[in-house]
């Protein structure tokens, strides 16, 4: 169990540190976990610019319609 956890951890934070190596089916696998590792932070940002509209703007009227 630890060994697929550590493997998923290093995928998904784009470390790669190499000393656990995919093979068969687990390759895909990563590929697809890693697509998962460059997205979510970008979806996270996104949503944090959407929901505090501020943070790019702090000088916007947050009662002013755009």
């Keep these: 169990f630890l060994k697929p956890l550590y493997f998923s951890a290093i995928t998904l934070l784009s470390v790669g540190y190499g000393d ?3 093979f068969g089916l687990s390759r895909i696998i990563s ?3 890693a697509m998962i590792g460059y ?3 970008a979806t996270v940002a996104i949503q944090a610019v ?7 703007n702090p ?3 947050p ?3 755009e």
Excluded: A, K, S, Y
Excluded at 50 to 56: A, D, Q, S, W
């Design 39 to 41: 997205i979510l932070p």
């Design 50 to 56: 959407r929901f505090f509209p501020g943070i790019l």
């Design 31 to 33: 590929v697809f976990e």
């Design 20 to 22: 656990l190596t995919p």
């Design 63 to 65: 009662d002013q319609d």
């Design 59 to 61: 000088n916007r009227d």
